[in-house]
């Protein structure tokens, strides 16, 4: 069973279990794949060295979209031209943070650094927006109707199944923030 992360002499430490860590490295494969983008013949390779994309568009999936959210609300002109400019980088940093996590799993002990604490934080983060999203989670009342679900012996469909995995990615997050707020607190 997962021990949550916390803070001591070696640093930030926790313990997954193998299934648990095949569970979690699938997750982080899974969000690596929506992120990664497709291959374009005939890219410009000057503006994919510096890292423009002039025929990005926004994800029609709902889940990617959250990832990728546009930075403007009520201007689909600025929020594009902004996506242009940044989505293949972000997309970039959000695929290190997730391969760097899911490489960290080949140790049978999880001993952090604060860099690797902060990459698992955001790696964390977007495995469970994605997972919010398919479960569709709008409000403070779908949160608390998701969170009611612990026992994994009742999981009796994909929606009860999903929320069990989002509270364990939920649960592991919060100990590892938890764990890199007492590290801060610790420094002089």
Not at 9 to 15: A, C, D
Not at 67 to 84: A, H
Not at 148 to 159: F, I, N, R, T
């Amino acid at each position: 069973m997962a021990k949550a992360f916390k803070y001591g002499l070696k640093g930030i430490s926790g313990y997954l279990e193998p299934a648990e860590r095949d569970l979690l490295r699938g997750l982080l494969d899974d969000v690596i794949s929506m992120l990664e983008s497709d291959v374009r013949e005939n890219e410009d390779p000057l503006a994919a060295l510096i890292g423009l994309d002039m025929d990005v568009k926004q994800p029609s999936d709902r889940a990617l979209l959250r990832l990728l959210p546009n930075v403007m609300k009520d201007d689909d002109g600025g929020s594009l031209e902004f996506r242009q400019l940044t989505e293949r980088s972000v997309r970039e940093a959000k695929i290190g943070a997730l391969k760097a996590t899911a490489l960290g799993l080949d140790k049978d002990d999880l001993v952090l650094t604060p860099e690797d604490a902060t990459r698992w934080s955001m790696a964390l983060n977007d495995v469970r927006l994605v997972l919010a999203e398919r479960l569709d989670i709008r409000d403070e009342a779908d949160a608390e109707h998701i969170h009611s679900m612990q026992d994994w012996s009742q999981a009796e469909d994909v929606e009860s199944y999903l929320a069990l995995v989002y509270n364990f990615t939920t649960w592991l997050q919060e100990s590892l923030v938890q764990s890199m707020l007492a590290a801060r607190q610790a420094k002089p």
